[in-house]
């Protein structure tokens, strides 16, 4: 109960820091991914039945408070989600490089992924998308290892059958 | 978790992102009751960012005070003649309309409205305004800030509701140079590296000449449910083109008006004063 309260705060706390951030304009107008970071974070983190929870239900609060139709969000965070529950076993997530490579990846998917959403369902022209993915890798390998360094042991490692 | 529950979860999952996808109305609701629920938290961070930015902007001008009153002093002097004289003109005007019989014309309401929040991703060119369907904001109506349109209302959620830019791609509104009768449709264009908005006119007479420096202003043709009031301004041309059919004209404009975080805006709204 505990986990999953300060778990919302965290999502919360994240979206209203994401929007109020300004658009980074020379990478194509992408913001600093918190939200998804944190989302990430908790993966690496929870049990496999929490982090599907926690994944799904980011991805509804992500894409509500977007314009756009349901989709960017809840098509691919399932998906890193179940990358991460694969890999996770193999990797030192508390690592820097780890957490570098593992956020630039996930920004970088969510950006190519929401991309072909938008191209696909013509909701809307895109414009500098190979920058938006470049930035993309950029800003995802800074906030991954900022939200995990400020988080640190908030959230209780569940992923070996620590504490539940 | 067994593989099999494991399969049925991620099927679980898929079909739950199918079911959201197909179904705008479930999105809608949904939308809306995500942001509904969300929004003491928005305002309480958009307050947060508000005392900040004005405590920022108080330390750094501490020293130029007394020249800042001074400046606004004279610039409201100003405003207060600006008023005057325009007063004198609209009752001018009313006497002369009602002279040639004409009907009087409706003039709008403005709802003030605060910006609490940007979009979340960046895709898109959106703020999200404070009054919703709770004050009968209704969708697809005229946005403005003192210096002229900033976009249009989209989605109404219960407390707040969502202001499509005018740099958006998406947006789009039927436009007039204000000097003369030269029509055509105002488009976003998205921004610039720089974070400039970029906003074109398109659809204009070619046998017109146009020159750089116009002032363009909303036309008033409103369909469906729109209501852009007429004379709203939008910018001045900076680029004129000749469409790549060569049937048009079209030029760029640089907007005057930007939502930002900070600044103080209305909604249009039908009705009289």
Known sequence: MKTSLLLLFFFVSAAIIQQLSPNITFFGNIKFPFFSSIMVYACFRLSKRNAWICSLLSAIIFDSLEPGPYGPALLTYPVITFLILKFRNNLFHEGLVTQIICGGMCYFFITLTSGFFFLITNVREIDFFPLKLIGSLFLGSITLPICSYLLSNSIPSEERGGIR | ?273
Not at chain 2, 137 to 155: C, E, M, R, W, Y
């Open chain 2, 1 to 273: 978790m067994n593989k099999k529950n494991y399969r049925k979860g991620f099927f679980i999952v898929i079909a739950t992102a199918v079911v959201l996808l197909g179904w705008p109305k479930i999105t809608n609701i949904g939308k809306s009751l995500i942001r509904s629920v969300s929004f003491p938290a928005e305002r309480v961070g958009a307050n947060i960012n508000l005392r900040a930015s004005d405590a920022a902007s108080m330390i750094s001008g501490i020293g130029s005070g007394p020249e800042r009153e001074k400046q606004l002093s004279l610039q409201l002097v100003q405003a207060q003649s600006e008023l005057n004289r325009l007063r004198n003109i609209e009752s001018e005007n009313v006497r002369l309309r009602k002279a040639l019989g004409f009907k009087k014309t409706t003039p709008y309401n403005l709802i003030p409205a605060n910006v609490i929040n940007r979009n979340i991703s960046g895709w898109w060119n959106t703020i999200r305004l404070e009054p919703g369907a709770n004050k009968k904001i209704k969708a697809n109506h005229a946005v403005l800030s003192p210096d002229g349109l900033v976009g249009k209302t989209f989605q109404i959620n219960r407390y707040s509701c969502e202001v499509l830019l005018l740099s958006d791609p998406a947006f789009r509104v039927a436009a007039k140079l204000s000097d003369y009768d030269v029509f055509g449709i105002v488009k976003g264009m998205g921004k610039t590296l720089t974070g400039q908005p970029l906003v074109r006119m398109e659809f204009i007479n070619k046998n017109i000449k146009i020159e750089i420096g116009d002032e363009v202003v909303t036309s008033g043709f409103n369909h469906n449910n729109n209501f852009f009031p007429s004379g709203i301004h939008i910018g001045y041309i900076e680029k004129i083109y000749i469409d790549d059919s060569g049937l048009f004209q079209h030029a760029e404009i640089i907007p005057r008006a930007t939502g930002g975080l900070l600044d103080f805006l209305f909604i249009a709204d039908e009705g009289k004063n």
